[in-house]
């Protein structure tokens, strides 16, 4: 579970299985706004800081790469293998930003990376349900 708690000036970013116990980091908003902006500028080109504290730019090719090895296009799912190919993008790209961009916790780049994620499927994506299942069986929920 990640938590993202907001005390006066500094964000408390915590991991942790026990709510009682957990472990974490407490970074300024500045330390946060700066590993962001090494994540977006390692998962973009042309990366822009537009002035209403939005962002654009446009996916580089190695990251694209990573969506479509993940979520094939024009294929029939339900919504349980829509959720493991959407973890398995996250779990790709973090690790991959971790392995890339130096300076950056890993809690941080799991924060970023699964908004990141949400904004592509959004954008580039488009999910449409289908009366046909998952698979070419009978099955009398589908008709």
Known sequence: MITVKYEA??????????EEQPEG???SP????RQFTRIKKYLLQ???????ESYRGDIKP???TIFEKHIPIGEIMDE????????SVVADLVKDVLDNVRGVDANIAMVFVMDFVNQCLEIIYSLEYSAQGP??????AYG
Do not use: G, H, K, W
Not at 9 to 18: A, G
Not at 135 to 140: G, K
């Open 9 to 18: 000036d500094v964000i408390c970013l915590m991991t942790s299985e026990d």
């Open 25 to 27: 980091i407490v970074l």
């Open 30 to 33: 500045r330390q946060v706004e």
């Open 46 to 52: 042309n990366f822009e800081e537009l002035e209403d």
């Open 62 to 64: 190695e990251i694209r």
């Open 80 to 87: 349980e293998m829509l959720q493991v190919m959407i973890a």
């Open 135 to 140: 698979s070419d069986d009978f099955d009398p």
